[in-house]
C-alpha cells in the first residue's frame, strides 16, 4: 500500500509540474553565469556586448542575479532566439529599473531614436523583411505612446509600444505585463491567427543618437498564458 501511494504522489506530482510549464514560458532569469558575464543563450551584436552587458547580484537576494546595462554613446544589443506561440502563451513579464535615461531620446525621430531600456519581440528574424514589437521606457514620448521605428523602410516592420517615461520611476524596479498576441493582432490586423510563434527576444538599452548614456537593469522575463 505503501508503494501505491508513493507511485499515486509521484503522479501527482508530475502532473502539476506538467501543469505549471504550460502556464509558463521562462526566457530568463540572468542566474546561469557563473561570474559577472551574460548568460550564453544569449549573443551581442558584437563581442563588444559583454562591455556594456553583464550581470550582477542584487544586494537582497544573494544569489540572485539581474542583467545591468551602461550603454555610452552605443546601439549595441543583446538577442536570444526562441520558438514560443505568443497565441499560447500572449503574455510577455517582466521587470526593469532605468538609472540613466539618453538625453532628449525619442524614438520616432530618427536622429534621437534612443531609449533608457527597451525588451523587442522579434516576430521575423529576417534579414530584409524583419518584424517587430517594441516595449520601451522613453525619455520624452508619454506613456502608452505607440509610434513606428523610423529605422525602418518597407517592408520592414518595427512598432514602438512606450510602457513606461521619463524619470518618476527611476532606480526603482518596475514589474510589466504586456499581452504580445493582442498588440500582434492589432498591428498586423490578424484576428484570426491561431498560432503564431516569435524567434528571438531583443534587449537593449540605447544612446548613440543623443550621444549620452542609457543605463537600465532587467530580471526576470518569461510569458505566461494568463
Not at 58 to 64: E, L
Not at 203 to 209: K, L, P, T, V, Y
Request: net charge positive; with cysteine.
Amino acid at each position: 500500500m505503501k508503494k501505491v501511494t508513493v507511485t499515486f504522489s509521484l503522479i501527482i506530482f508530475a502532473i502539476t509540474i506538467y501543469s505549471i510549464e504550460r502556464k509558463y514560458f521562462w526566457v530568463e532569469s540572468f542566474n546561469q553565469a557563473s561570474d559577472s558575464s551574460i548568460p550564453k543563450s544569449w549573443k551581442g551584436r558584437t563581442s563588444l556586448a559583454k562591455k556594456y552587458y553583464r550581470t550582477a547580484i542584487h544586494k537582497k537576494r544573494k544569489k540572485d542575479k539581474y542583467l545591468k546595462v551602461d550603454n555610452l554613446n552605443s546601439d549595441m544589443f543583446i538577442i536570444k532566439k526562441l520558438n514560443i506561440d505568443i497565441v499560447k502563451y500572449p503574455y510577455l513579464n517582466w521587470k526593469w529599473r532605468v538609472r540613466k535615461l539618453p538625453v532628449g531620446g525619442n524614438e520616432s525621430i530618427k536622429n534621437k531614436a534612443d531609449n533608457g531600456a527597451s525588451i523587442t519581440v522579434v516576430l521575423v528574424a529576417s534579414k530584409w523583411k524583419p518584424k517587430s514589437i517594441k516595449y520601451s521606457w522613453s525619455t520624452t514620448l508619454k506613456k502608452g505612446t505607440v509610434t513606428k521605428s523610423p529605422y525602418c523602410i518597407w517592408p520592414a516592420k518595427c512598432d514602438i509600444v512606450v510602457m513606461r517615461s521619463g524619470k518618476k520611476l527611476k532606480n526603482k524596479w518596475v514589474y510589466e505585463k504586456r499581452n504580445v498576441a493582442e498588440d500582434y493582432k492589432k498591428f498586423y490586423n490578424d484576428f484570426g491567427v491561431k498560432s503564431y510563434k516569435i524567434e528571438a527576444l531583443v534587449i537593449m538599452s540605447d544612446s548613440d543618437n543623443t550621444k549620452s548614456v542609457s543605463a537600465a537593469d532587467y530580471d526576470n522575463i518569461y510569458f505566461s498564458a494568463k
